[in-house]
């Protein structure tokens, strides 16, 4: 296999391409806005409030199709602002942004006016933002900024989470380049070569599609086996090789788990990846259209005990819902109060499940809820795959080295 990157997605900026002039299937960036946009119109008149304002990276990325690219990738406020009102369609930025936000997204193709502020304002962004809306701070909701008077997080991660026709399709690209970082990665590893040299590997083939690593774990032998997020040290494996990777471009992200090794398992070990796929698997199974993500939750403790683990699911998170956010929430037994256990599966939510058990063994890939079932946007490109009993879709086996030519 060449070690090359897929084509980037379009509506994702890599290389001289232009920022999101369009994705495949005739869904646009300006169809993507004008969808959100009438979301949290509607948001707002329900909740009887004047507009709303978004800061955070997740929240604008959705609402401006990721127009935006970080500068400073852990600020948790965005540099530029959303401002939604029945009248306005606004963002705002810093007096230092603006030539670069005008040259690299062409707002006004997406129907937002941009005004731009002092950088060394503190107040500018809430005033800003509140002025052009016409509203008292207090009469606007937010992603969550302390500004603003009515906190909508979860009203906003419930509305996103239904992804729209450029969103779905950015989130589909996506996953192709992940499966790709992470099969690049992996069979770059031999006996000998350290997390960080495959952890290293695999970031850079992300950074050539655009993409950015959010989340890296890459462990080898008893590390992998020993901790359920060994991060990599520069330590050398010789036996197996664990990758698990998050990626996010324009403000999407996918989750994404594989393994190598230079032989098969030892029995126990293959018995208990054997069991996390079988988990993995009724729990997807689960996720049809209707079904309520509380019921959900209940029915993966339940695979669990299926497969002669009862207790295990209290010693990992167990993933769920990805998206605009790492994970979009999180859910468990006691959580019945979460205004996310009522919610309903729905097409166009995405999923990452991630069942493990101790010893090392664990399953993840991203999938998309459609009206006619899942889809798994990081499906193994050139790796090996196997059947799971009572699941459609072959899932990824581990690459065993001595037999990479044989177990394809």
């Not at 008149?45 to 507009?51: D, F, I, M, Y």
């Not at 590390?223 to 330590?235: K, N, Q, S, T, V």
């Not at 230079?262 to 018995?271: D, N, V």
């Not at 063994?361 to 006619?372: G, H, R, W």
Request: glycine residues 10%; aromatic residues 6%; charged residues 25%.
């Amino acid at each position: 296999m060449t070690n090359r990157p897929t084509p980037a997605p379009p509506g994702a900026r890599t290389g001289d391409e232009e920022v999101g002039k369009s994705v495949r299937n005739g869904a646009s960036r300006r169809d993507h806005v004008r969808q959100v946009v009438s979301r949290l119109r509607r948001l707002a008149e329900q909740r009887g409030l004047e507009g709303i304002v978004l800061s955070g990276p997740a929240a604008v990325a959705w609402a401006t199709g990721g127009m935006n690219t970080a500068i400073d990738r852990a600020l948790p406020v965005d540099m530029v602002w959303v401002a939604i009102s029945e009248g306005a369609q606004l963002l705002v930025t810093t007096e230092v942004e603006l030539p670069r936000i005008l040259a690299d997204s062409d707002p006004a193709a997406s129907d937002f006016s941009v005004v731009a502020v002092p950088w060394y304002d503190p107040e500018a962004f809430v005033a800003t933002s509140a002025g052009r809306l016409g509203a008292a701070a207090a009469n606007l909701g937010s992603d969550g900024h302390p500004a603003f008077g009515v906190d909508l997080s979860d009203d906003l991660v419930i509305s996103r989470m239904a992804l729209t026709d450029f969103g779905r399709e950015a989130l589909r690209c996506l996953g192709r380049d992940t499966a790709h970082a992470l099969e690049v990665a992996l069979k770059s590893w031999r006996p000998g070569v350290s997390d960080r040299e495959v952890q290293a590997e695999m970031v850079r083939q992300l950074e050539l599609t655009g993409a950015e690593a959010v989340v890296a774990i890459v462990a080898g032998d008893e590390r992998a086996g020993e901790l359920r997020h060994p991060l990599a040290l520069g330590i050398p494996a010789y036996e197996r090789m664990m990758a698990v990777i998050v990626s996010r471009r324009g403000g999407l992200n996918v989750a994404a788990t594989r393994f190598v090794a230079e032989k098969p398992a030892s029995a126990e070990l293959a018995e208990k990846f054997r069991a996390v796929r079988q988990i993995e698997a009724t729990v997807l199974r689960a996720c049809s259209p209707g079904a309520t993500y509380g019921g959900v939750t209940l029915r993966l403790v339940e695979a669990y005990a299926e497969v002669g683990h009862p207790e295990a699911w209290r010693e990992h998170w167990q993933g769920g819902p990805i998206g605009y956010g790492t994970r979009e929430f999180e859910l468990a037994p006691g959580f019945e109060e979460s205004a996310f256990w009522p919610l309903e599966v729905a097409p166009g939510h995405a999923l990452a499940w991630n069942p493990s058990l101790s010893g090392g063994a664990k399953v993840e890939d991203t999938f998309l809820v459609t009206k006619d079932g899942l889809t798994c946007v990081t499906s193994p490109i050139d790796w090996p795959t196997e059947e799971v009993e009572g699941f459609s879709d072959p899932r990824p086996a581990v690459l065993v080295r001595s037999e990479e030519g044989d177990n394809k």
